[in-house]
């Protein structure tokens, strides 16, 4: 039982673990606020646009069936929102920083070659080609 237990707390004590419920806390959080970007400002200007208060209020009957067209209309503005939050406010920013980070760094010296004979990838270190036994300089 000790080992059960000491076991679980090196396994809560794992860095790795603590950026997992950070992450998930943050991305929560992050959820809400696009959330109330889409329902309180993208969604009031589409509805203004269409000339109702909401686009949840568009509907049509065909034989007392009622089709609330306006509410897949509004979950399809949302999802496009969340979609183009996402990419501008996280994908965007962290390719610029990606990109940024790799910059400042030498590029690593390449480990292999290719065979000017066969056109076989070899190591850089070879003086004979593996494939085709022909002298590499």
Do not use: H, W
Request: charged share 15%; with cysteine.
């Amino acid at each position: 039982m000790k080992q059960i237990v000491s076991g679980f707390k090196a396994f809560i004590m794992r860095g790795n673990l603590i950026d997992l419920a950070v992450a998930i806390v943050i991305g929560l959080a992050f959820v809400q606020v696009v959330n109330s970007l889409v329902g309180n400002l993208v969604t009031p200007i589409i509805a203004m646009i269409v000339g109702e208060t909401s686009l949840r209020t568009l509907d049509f009957e065909i034989n007392d069936a009622i089709f609330f067209y306006g509410a897949f209309l509004d979950d399809v503005v949302q999802f496009i929102a969340i979609v183009a939050a996402v990419y501008f406010f996280v994908v965007v920013p962290y390719n610029a920083i990606s990109a940024r980070m790799k910059s400042g760094q030498p590029e690593p010296d390449a480990t292999t070659k290719v065979c000017p004979e066969c056109i076989s990838t070899i190591p850089i270190e070879a003086r004979r080609c593996a494939f085709c036994a022909q002298p590499v300089t």
